[in-house]
């Protein structure tokens, strides 16, 4: 397996994992007719893919041709964050796949991609109740910092922040990356 960067052309499948993802583990913590619905936003991953801001950042894990998951991030617009704090704002892996390390190692990689001498503090959302989601995140060394919000998908979904110190989320130093790539 490896670690690239999206492009266009995995807006499609990258919206399936979304969906997916969902399906799998929001199931009783959102409406089943809104999962029933939802498609993944493909039109939205496909502009996202081709006008991307500055800061955005997104990866696909591909084991051999099949793209088996996705990491999306970008900069935190957050009133009680500086602006070192960069946003982890999907992580989603083939359900299939659910426990094989695909997810630790996509996020490992966006966070590898960071320059330290920007981006200070990791922050991400996700659904209070979603304990095995909330038990990943915690693995990693993300704890709730205590910000707390309501998203409306078929009705009102509790959602809780995770964040960390950058600096305790490397396991190595970053190597820049002369040319640009991804690193593979």
């Known amino acids: 397996m490896k670690v690239r960067a999206a492009v266009v052309g995995d807006a499609e499948r990258i919206a399936a994992l979304n969906a997916a993802g969902w399906r799998a583990g929001f199931r009783g913590l959102i409406s089943d007719a809104y999962l029933t619905g939802y498609d993944g936003l493909p039109e939205l991953r496909h502009r996202t893919l081709a006008e991307p801001a500055d800061d955005d950042l997104q990866l696909v894990a591909v084991d051999g041709e099949e793209i088996v998951g996705w990491v999306a991030g970008g900069s935190a617009h957050e009133d009680d964050l500086g602006p070192g704090a960069y946003q982890v704002r999907a992580c989603y892996v083939d359900p299939d796949r659910w426990r094989t390390g695909i997810g630790r190692r996509l996020l490992t990689a966006l966070i590898d991609h960071l320059d330290p001498g920007r981006w200070t503090h990791l922050v991400l959302w996700t659904l209070r109740d979603a ?3 909330n038990a990943f995140y915690s693995s990693l060394g993300m704890v709730r910092d205590g910000r707390e919000a309501l998203l409306e998908r078929g009705g009102p979904v509790p959602l809780v ?3 960390a110190p950058l600096t305790h989320l490397r396991t190595e130093p970053r190597v820049p990356q ?7």
């Open 131 to 133: 304990a095995p989601t």
């Open 178 to 184: 002369s040319n640009g790539n991804s690193g593979e």
């Open 161 to 163: 922040r995770f964040s």
